[in-house]
């Protein structure tokens, strides 16, 4: 596992060697973790790997097997769930649905007892900062989901906690509405300041609004960086197949090709697909290969091309010039795949 970058903010939260067993179940093992004042944190992983699970304990709702968790310095360990500083954005947004959107923004400050003046105030404050100006009055089942969910940050915001954490707050909405979110939520997390912990299993969210991303599998971390770091630079078979396109060159085909045996990795855009003959650069590797396959993604096309050595690669290639019918007339092809050499990370299992 990567060591996070040497930074001087403050620690808002802190995992040390903490595990959550239920029965036999692993689902945290020893976790060691630090999440920065004011980051925009992704748990990204599949299903089961133990995110929620995570997010559960630093909310309170779950309290660990073994371990220490840490909020700006302070022992959580039995620390019921209202006496933490954090609040919680759910994916089924859990609004009250007799209550107006109003008052379920409010209701945090009303149970604390703020007058309704400062209340209406704060609220029509929240609302302008999720963009939905004017809808106080009306009802949940008058909104659409992505509104809903917005009204279910401001509710999670009002009360200023020094934490937020998102369980899948986007899951439910489709592709185009999600995308226009995770860039109105990082936008509204700029603003607001507040550390954001946010759990997804989707690696494209995970890289498009994140400072940094831990990858969890089976309960533990493989991997934590920021998201260039994660998908230039994976450490393990696992974060290389999961995040991006998995390409993996394995022992035998690794020894072929550059003399040495492992597991390495390439990304598919970092390979050029070149015609048989091409010379191969003094920084760059190689391998020969036949076009099995051609994926046509308007965009860009992707290649898969069964290597000589064994094994298979995928290139993605950008369609600059390139129709479909020129991308299928490459099936067959014989190909030479060059790379450059610093472009191929060696794996290694945790
Ligand atoms: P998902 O994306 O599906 O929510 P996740 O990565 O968030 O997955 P967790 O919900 O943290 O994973 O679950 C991790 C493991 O712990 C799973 O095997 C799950 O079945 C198990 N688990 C979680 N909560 C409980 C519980 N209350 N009782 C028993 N097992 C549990």
Redesign the pocket.
Known sequence: MSVPEATSRAVAVRFSKVS?H??E????DQVDLDIYDGEFFS?L????????????LIAGF?QPTSGSIQLYSQEMVGVPPFLRDVNTVFQDYALFPHMTIGDNIGYGLMVKGVAKGERDKRVKEMLELVQLPNIEKRKPSQLSGGQRQRVALARALINHPRVLLL??PLGALDLKLRQQMQIELKQIQHRVGITFIF?T?DQEEALTMSDRIAV?NK?KIEQIGNPSQIYERPETPFVAGFVGISNMITAEAANRLFGKAGLYAVRPEKIHLAAPDTPVPADSYSADGTIDEVIYLGINTRYLVNLDVGGELTVVEQNLKVTSMDAQAQHGRRVRLIWQKDLTRELHEV
């Not at 179940?25 to 945290?28: D, I, M, P, Q, S």
């Open positions: 959550r239920f029965g179940v692993r689902a945290v748990m992983g599949p299903s089961g790997s133990g995110k929620t699970t995570c997010l559960r779950e369980d899948e759990v299993h969890f309960g």
